[in-house]
């Protein structure tokens, strides 16, 4: 009888400890969690929209977070209404309304990047982007920002690569930049700007994005980083659009691996003579969001990319982490 006895203990030891992992591993990317001297109950007044990721635990994935963004993220300058423009708020606005994904489109030019929509320069230098992200780190050293970096435009007068322009802004502040390659913890950006890379590159730099599929919705499955991205940007039915955002929205939420969402709210839609119409899309797809995240209180619903942001929809989608 004594014989039995231990083989027995070894098993149902064994069965309980396989059914904690496989709890710890359901629940691993369920959501995410906060600080421990962090009272779930208090926290949604524990935090400004300058410091939110202040109350969120380390160990945290950026996968199982829900992150407001923004799309286009220097584009407030445009010559005919609605063909350009995408953001009210300046890149130091947007942060500080609590945007921690920045979308930059770059023109390569005279060695150096210049922020485009399209053909239309936005009076804005990549450096001046630098500039504000790191003034705002510095100030708030708990937050980070994901970045995502695009070669825009027509290249004009250049002696090297974008890649190598690229490099020459990190080498001027390398501290402040966090270039690897996987789905990061929260805790090893703190203070950083994580890249994600939408430009070729000669050896692993940043979340690689490259492989961007054209106006749809698609799976990136790189080694270091699985991410799902809706880009359905050339939107010819509005109601269509926000189909395909909500589907991915409660995809994220019931998604409990690591991988990264980036669901994006904007799109235009083309009006008479073929000219584009940026406000007819967000028009209708930003009071929706307002809508699913005063339903939606709480889950982690990936990144979220907006045209025209405010602190209000910013402040809804941060809430849902709480």
């Known amino acids: 009888m004594k014989k039995l006895q231990l083989p027995l203990f070894v098993a149902l030891v064994l069965t309980f400890s396989a059914c904690k992992k496989e709890q710890q591993e359901t629940e691993k990317f369920s959501g995410p969690k906060l600080k421990e001297n962090v009272n779930p109950n208090a926290a949604l007044l524990s935090f400004s929209l300058n410091n939110w990721m202040s109350v969120l635990a380390d160990q945290n994935s950026i996968a ?21 423009k995408c953001q009210n708020l300046s890149i130091a606005d947007q ?34 982007v630098l500039n504000a992200c790191i003034n705002f780190l510095n100030s708030h050293p708990t937050e980070a920002i994901i970045m995502s970096v695009k070669e825009e435009h027509t290249p004009s007068n250049n002696t090297r690569s974008f890649e190598q322009t690229f490099d020459s802004y990190v080498q001027q502040n390398p501290g402040k930049w966090d270039l690897g390659n996987n ?26 994005a490259t492989a961007w599929a054209d106006n749809t919705t698609f799976d990136i499955n790189n080694a270091a980083a699985n991410l799902k991205v809706q880009d359905f940007y050339n939107v010819n039915d509005v109601n269509t659009k926000w189909t395909r955002i909500e589907t991915l929205l409660n995809e994220a939420k019931n998604d409990t691996s690591n991988k990264l969402y980036l669901n994006y709210a904007s799109g235009y839609k083309a009006g008479i003579f073929s000219i584009p119409s940026i406000t007819t899309v967000s028009n209708s797809v930003n009071p929706k969001i307002t809508t699913f995240f005063t339903n939606n209180t709480h ?6 990319p907006l045209d025209f942001v405010d602190s209000g929809r910013s402040q809804l989608i941060i809430n849902t982490n709480f």
């Open 64 to 84: 199982t977070i829900s992150i407001p963004g923004t799309h286009d993220s220097g584009a407030t300058v445009e010559p005919v209404a609605g063909t350009a």
């Open 95 to 128: 942060l500080n309304a609590g945007v921690r994904y920045l979308d930059i489109r770059c023109r390569h030019i005279d060695n150096a990047f210049a922020i485009h929509h399209g053909a239309i320069y936005q009076n804005l230098n990549f450096s001046d």
């Open 183 to 208: 789905i990061p913890t929260l805790g090893s950006i703190r203070g950083k700007i994580r890249l994600l890379r939408r430009f070729s590159g000669s050896s692993p730099k940043g979340i690689d």
């Open 299 to 304: 889950g982690k619903f990936g990144i979220i």
